[in-house]
């Protein structure tokens, strides 16, 4: 059983930045995909970006790219979400996943029924 907490989200205005950070704890760390998604009000949750078991693949929403930048550190079993120049569109609850994706990266580190294990998430808003 893998928990999650996540941290760092908060208030930030239009182009500044934040660092959020995800804390694993409870199973081998080195056998999970990281991923974060986030759920705006009144919207589903989406992906935001992952990185694979080994650190050596990252993929990221295209709304994303070039701003955002994900993470992870394997010997304090932390995964982190650079987020920079942020806009009002990214105001959302973010949520750490853990899941094992060996294969098809690419393609099934997007869908939420691929990672087993959630965090109860962070608030990030983003003020215009």
């Known amino acids: 059983q893998v928990q999650l907490v996540e941290s760092g989200g908060g208030l930030v205005q239009a182009g500044g930045s934040l660092r959020l950070s995800c804390a694993a704890s409870g199973g081998a760390f080195s056998d999970y995909a990281m991923g974060w998604f986030r759920q705006a009000p009144g919207k589903e949750r989406e992906f935001v970006a992952a990185?694979?078991?080994?650190?050596?693949?990252?993929y990221y929403t295209d709304s994303v790219k070039g701003r955002f930048t994900i993470s992870r550190d394997y010997a304090k079993n932390m995964v982190y979400l650079q987020m920079n120049t942020l806009k009002p569109e990214d105001t959302a609850v973010y949520y750490c996943a853990a899941g094992r994706i060996y294969s098809d990266f690419a393609g099934r580190c997007r869908e939420r029924t691929n990672y087993a294990y959630w965090g109860q998430g962070t608030q990030v808003t983003v003020s215009s």
């Open positions: 990185i694979s078991w080994s650190g050596g693949s990252t």
